[in-house]
C-alpha cells in the first residue's frame, strides 16, 4: 500500500494535511485529513473530511487558556 501526503490548508498556524492510501493496483482505498501540532509536526487528530478537522482546530483554540496580557481589570 502505498500513501501520498497533500498539504490542504494552515488554520491559525495548524497544518492540515490530506493523506490519501492507494492499495497495490493503485485504487484509493482511503481518504482521511490530518491535524499536525504547530510545535511538534505530530498528528493530532485524523478526520474524515477537511471540514471536521478544521472544527477540530477552533474547539481546541478557543479551549486554550488566554495568557494575562498585561491589562488592568
Known sequence: MR???????NVLGY???????YDDVGLLRSMRHEV???QT???L?????????ERF???????RPVANQGLAA
Not at 500513501?3 to 490548508?9: F, G, K, L, N, T
Not at 497544518?15 to 492510501?21: A, G, K, L, P, Q
Open 3 to 9: 500513501s501520498m501526503r497533500i498539504a490542504e490548508i
Open 15 to 21: 497544518n492540515i494535511e490530506r493523506v490519501d492510501e
Open 36 to 38: 499536525l501540532c504547530p
Open 41 to 43: 509536526g505530530s498528528v
Open 45 to 53: 487528530a485524523s478526520y474524515t473530511t477537511r471540514r471536521a478537522a
Open 57 to 63: 482546530v477552533i474547539a481546541r483554540e478557543l479551549r
